[in-house]
């Protein structure tokens, strides 16, 4: 199966995407994301890391860089992702990405790397530790999805802008030189794109509040997950409508729906006359029955780490066999001497 990824047949479109390492990855992230990525492989040809280089941007503590990296490529495989179908690996495993940053930096205008508005973002929110590798960021995620010449880059919506740079990058190179990466496409899922807090609806669901009761983890137990949704705000009203007015309710509705593969319609329709503890409970038994396979799958994975480094070592050992013929590409068509 490895050869079949690799030697990627003609008419199957690439597909990469990757995540990082920091926090607790929460329902938003698994609705939004990862849900869509195992079932990709019957028509893409897909690539998944762990963006580990990417979450010592900001600062991070030793243990839980080495635990969150463990924990979230064993999750990528319990929420669906098949190794045999899929390379899935560890983007600090293969030595290209780092290469092929270095490379493209020089192919990457200070002005527009600066207005990247992720790096304004986190430049304010850590003015003391406004490093070069945050600004550097988008340069090494242009790097990840160039290597492996990937057509489409399934992202969330503030990623998009990154792809954009991505996109300009690839651009330049291939006008400066001749065509050498695939110009990919950024694409953000419709449904459960955007999941909300629980306790504050107007924020994103943060995979890094830990302490946070407006955020579920994929690995909170069944009582956590209920108490987290029976504790969500709502409002005075009784009615389980969506209304720009009712973003808890709405939010609630969104969940829902994401969970069950239904329209927040056929989900308002479902909870027609229905009150609010009620309609809560629902919703938090519906998130319970989803992630209880992906727990039991997940905790199974962890419980032998040999098979965990097998799996990594053999996923980038094939993400580096295709990595290294795009860099290969690139060493020469700058002037570099290759023996
Ligand atoms: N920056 C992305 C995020 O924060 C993660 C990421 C790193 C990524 N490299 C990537 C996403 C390449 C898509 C493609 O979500």
Redesign the pocket.
């Known amino acids: 199966m490895e050869t079949m990824t690799e030697n990627k047949s003609e008419n199957k479109k690439r597909v ?5 390492p920091t926090g607790n990855p929460t329902l938003g992230n698994y609705l939004g994301a990862m849900q869509y990525w195992g079932g990709m492989s019957d028509e893409y040809d897909c690539i998944f ?1 762990v ?1 580990d280089l ?1 979450a010592i941007t900001v600062a991070i503590e030793p243990k839980d860089l080495r635990e969150n990296s463990k924990r979230l490529f064993a999750l990528l495989i319990a929420v669906g992702i098949d190794p045999e179908k899929n390379v899935v690996f560890m ?1 600090s495993h293969v030595r290209a990405h780092c290469e092929l940053c270095w490379l493209l930096n020089n192919y990457t205008m200070f002005g527009e790397a600066r207005r990247m508005t992720q790096f304004k973002e986190k430049s304010e929110k850590a003015p003391e530790n406004i490093n070069v590798g945050l600004f550097d ?1 988008p340069v ?2 242009a790097a ?2 160039l290597l492996y010449q990937t057509d489409i ?1 399934p ?2 919506d ?2 998009l802008q ?2 954009e740079l991505c996109r300009n990058i690839a651009e330049r190179f291939n006008n400066r030189y001749s065509p050498t990466f695939k110009m990919p496409e950024g694409k953000v899922p419709k449904a459960g794109a955007r999941i909300y807090s629980l306790t504050d609806p107007t924020a994103k669901m943060g995979k890094s509040d830990s302490g946070d009761a407006g955020a579920v983890f994929i690995l909170d137990t069944p009582e956590t997950i209920m108490r987290k949704f029976k504790r969500a705000v709502t409002d005075s009203d009784a009615a389980v409508k969506a209304s720009p007015d009712k973003l808890g309710i709405t939010n609630l509705l969104n969940i829902y729906a994401a969970l069950c593969g239904i329209t927040v319609a056929a989900a308002e329709a479902e909870f027609d006359g229905c009150d609010y503890a009620t309609f809560k409970t629902r919703v938090g038994e519906a998130a319970v029955e989803r992630l209880r396979p992906v727990r039991e799958k997940y905790d199974a994975l962890r419980r032998d780490d040999g098979r965990l480094s097998e799996l990594m070592r053999a996923g980038a050992d094939t993400a580096a066999r295709i990595a290294a013929r795009t860099l290969e590409k690139v060493y020469k068509k700058i002037g570099f001497v290759r023996t």
Not at 16 to 20: L, Q, R, T
């Open positions: 990469f995407s990757a995540i990082k890391s963006a990417h983007q960021y090494l995620m990840d999805i880059v992202v969330g503030d990623q990154h792809v």
